[in-house]
């Protein structure tokens, strides 16, 4: 039951917000590629995914993880981002024998071992989402409204430069129960690495959100990826 209204919870708080920004769904599927087989798997999706016209405002990217823990099994991610129209409407050109074919010849270089879905709650910076080195944050929040407003109260006194958003797992979370997570992009590794408030003022409004969220989240971890290659 608690876990029920935590769903609930994100799914009204998500919904509240689209009279402010448009809502993008996202459905990232987890893969875990054989050893030697990262090109062949590109060159697969490549020739089935750049032969059909993508619905409006839908993409399709590759990301391959770069930082991770000792338990992060994906390899790489697909991810399908847009409206539920448009990604209703993917779905459709998702079958026949080409995509019989693609799904045969997938199985030979690489394996889903995940599956879930979402959409940001909020997102800052929209016109810096071409960043190709990408980072994700995420947590087990149980007081979701707090953990928002606590979010928005320190970005109001610093944010990174690049796309920012706050997200809500709604679908196909693991048995660690992450619901929310923080994704930012970088342009370039060095701005990765310099990640981070620098003022004692942005440290301040950081280390604060830390510290209250504490109280009714807990942090699962991070992990780090690159865009391999994106159809739109």
Do not use: C
């Not at 693609?102 to 940001?120: C, D, Q, V």
Request: aromatic share 14%; net charge negative.
């Amino acid at each position: 039951m608690k876990k029920l209204f935590l769903i609930l919870s994100v799914i009204t708080l998500t919904f509240s917000s689209l009279s402010a920004q448009d809502q993008i769904i996202w459905n990232q599927v987890g893969i875990e590629v054989n050893d030697g087989y990262g090109s062949d798997l590109l060159d697969l999706l490549d020739s089935f995914y750049g032969s059909i016209e993508l619905p409006d405002g839908v993409s399709i990217s590759l990301t391959q993880v770069y930082h991770s823990d000792e338990n992060h099994r994906a390899t790489h991610y697909m991810t399908f981002a847009g409206t539920s129209s448009g990604l209703s409407e993917l779905r459709q050109l998702r079958s026949g024998p080409e995509y019989n074919d693609y799904t045969t010849n997938f199985s030979k270089y690489a394996k889903t071992i995940s599956n879930s879905i979402g959409s940001p709650v909020i997102r800052m910076n929209t016109d810096a989402t071409d960043g190709n080195i990408a980072q994700v944050w995420e947590w087990r929040v149980e007081d979701v409204f707090a953990f928002v407003d606590a979010f928005n109260r320190m970005t109001s006194v610093w944010s990174p430069d690049g796309y920012l958003s706050l997200g809500a797992i709604t679908g196909g979370q693991s048995v660690e129960g992450e619901s929310h997570y923080v994704y930012t992009t970088y342009s370039t590794y060095q701005e990765m690495l310099e990640f981070g408030p620098k003022t004692e003022k942005e440290q301040a409004a950081f280390f604060n959100f830390i510290k209250e969220t504490d109280a009714y989240s807990a942090f699962k971890g991070t992990f780090s990826m690159f865009n391999v290659k994106t159809w739109n």
